[in-house]
């Protein structure tokens, strides 16, 4: 059974008799429990809808099994031989007819050579007729082959449409239980001051979750107990998330959805740092004024908050720039394009759509992962973003990778032709499958070796998801993980993943003349 990832927080304390404490929480449950001995609790009003939650909890563990169950699909398995099976026919008859058609074409000419009236007629109708046959037998295999595969295909819409009835299910019970804790969670700050969570939430945002990440739950408990905060992280440990943007060992700020709106009103009173008192009731227009950002002074944070992002430098080198084009080296960590959410914005296509006058139009043409650095390439207008795309497509676009993998590798070159499959339940990680996965192929050349490391080239020929960190780190590829890699298996103290994407060669969309970009490799 896989493990769960979770973030966890840790706040460092001065307590009323001026001694240094460390602070623990937890997001969401641990191992099923909201409560747990050496932990910080949960944000007052979880008990008053505890059991509530428990049914809800039962509820949706009943509904991912039943999931779990419908997932396997067992006419899958069923349908996809069948229909290869059939394929594998209708190829075999193909072929076999089209050796008939050549025999009848053979003897069509010699009748036309030989014969001559009726004994003619007679025998281009005995060919014709031999082709008609063929047509019916063709014709007869393929309503054999859709009598077996609807019904197989009807099952599977069918448990299709089960797992979304369920999904929905889940969706809506999961959100009635959050409802009933929002109405019920109260948070203090370090003015003694108390209010409801549905208060301190933006009308209208109140995701998923909201009261139940560490860092309300640590400074909501801090203020509780008049402890002064000093410093405060979150990290991610376990496996990584569903959606990849979460990796065991990563510190990560406050998110912007659940916790940002919460932080101001949390730690208010800070500036006039007391025992807080009992909790007095607040307006909502002292609620706004205590979300003044100079509250956050006296707490170091130590995830990077939101109000100090303004403080980077966004600026990225410009590799190459036309009417047409642009290339950007892009550093490591930061995302090719935007996210889903608000915390995942910061990326190359939003920075330039700010700083360039005509940033709104670019388009990625294609992307880097977040921990890749190296050459990006975009689009000034739609034309050529086609133009670009189809070369990718086509594979015409002649790509360098520099790596280092954390292990000696044995062979000096060679080319890894490994299928990869993305698995829906486990993304983002890639796998090789056989079966399932889409065919992806690298060259590699080794550059240089040293004594726990190797130094590749690598030329990727398609273009998959993590393709060279799977060729790479997989037993059937090289079996060596890129150094820093964190999702396929290379847990060394590295400060980033160490691949670059070096060089892009391709046709200029307007001139068709060959251009040839390069970025130096960094580590």
């Known amino acids: ?47 008053q809808v505890a059991l509530e939650e428990t049914r809800t909890l039962v509820s949706l563990e009943t509904i991912q099994q039943a999931l779990m169950a419908l997932q396997q ?8 031989a069948s229909t290869q099976e059939f394929e594998t026919r209708l190829q075999q008859l193909a072929v076999h007819h089209q050796q008939r058609k050549q025999e009848r074409q053979r003897q069509r000419q010699a009748a036309l050579e030989t014969l001559q009236g009726e004994a003619l007629a007679r025998a281009l109708e005995q060919l014709n007729e031999q082709s008609r046959q063929d047509g019916i037998e063709r014709r007869h295999l393929k309503r054999q082959r ?58 209208g945002a109140m995701p998923t979750g909201t009261g139940d990440c560490c860092a309300p739950k640590l400074l909501h408990f801090a203020a509780t107990q008049g402890f002064k905060p000093l410093a405060m992280t979150e990290f991610w440990w376990g ?66 908050p939101l109000l100090r992002q303004a403080e980077k430098d966004l600026s990225l ?26 915390d995942r914005q910061d990326s190359v296509l939003n920075r330039l759509r700010v700083d360039l006058p005509d940033g709104r139009s670019l388009l990625t043409v294609h992307r880097l992962d977040q921990a890749t650095s190296g050459i990006l390439l975009l689009a ?4 050529t973003y086609r133009h670009l795309s189809q070369q990718f497509q086509q594979r015409t676009v002649h790509k360098v990778y520099e790596a280092v993998l954390s292990g000696s590798v044995k062979q000096a070159n060679g080319v890894i032709d490994l299928p990869l499959w993305g698995n829906p339940c486990d993304r983002p990680h890639q796998t090789v499958d056989w079966q399932r996965g889409k065919p992806s192929m690298t060259r590699f050349q080794v550059i240089a070796k040293a004594a726990n490391s190797t130094r590749v080239a690598f030329f990727p020929f398609t273009g998959r998801t993590h393709q060279i960190r799977v060729h790479a780190a997989d037993r059937e590829g090289l079996g060596v993980p890129i150094l820093g890699d964190r999702l396929y298996g290379c847990h060394a103290d590295a400060d980033r993943l160490h691949l670059h994407a070096r060089e ?20």
């Open 1 to 47: 059974m896989r493990l769960e990832g979770k973030m966890y927080g840790v706040l460092l304390v001065e307590t009323p008799s001026g001694k240094q404490q460390v602070l623990k929480a937890f997001s969401g449950l641990l191992k099923g429990e909201s409560v747990v001995e050496g932990w910080v609790p949960p944000i007052p009003g979880r008990e």
């Open 73 to 80: 699909r067992p006419d899958l398995k069923q349908y996809e």
């Open 146 to 203: 859709d009598s077996v595969l609807q019904p197989l295909k009807h099952r599977l819409d069918q448990t299709d449409d089960r797992i979304r009835a369920l999904k929905q299910q889940r969706k809506e019970r999961s959100r009635q239980l959050q409802v009933q804790m929002h109405a019920s969670y109260q948070l203090t700050n370090f003015a003694g001051q108390t209010l409801p969570l549905q208060v301190l939430m933006p009308q």
């Open 239 to 304: 496996p990584s998330s569903t959606d990849g943007d979460k990796v065991q060992g990563a510190f990560y700020g406050a998110c912007a959805e659940r916790c940002q709106p919460l932080m101001g009103f949390l730690l208010s009173g800070m500036t006039e740092f007391s025992r807080p008192q009992a909790s007095a009731p607040l307006s909502i227009e002292e609620t706004e004024a205590s979300r003044d950002v100079r509250a956050i002074a006296p707490c170091t944070l130590l995830t990077v």
């Open 317 to 342: 080198p410009i590799l190459y720039t036309d009417d047409w084009l642009i290339a950007v080296d892009k550093p490591a960590g930061l995302l090719s394009v935007p996210g889903r959410y608000a």
């Open 380 to 383: 000034r207008d739609a034309q």
């Open 504 to 523: 892009l060669r391709f046709e200029h969309p307007q001139s068709g003349q060959t251009l040839h970009l390069q970025s130096t490799t960094s580590f």
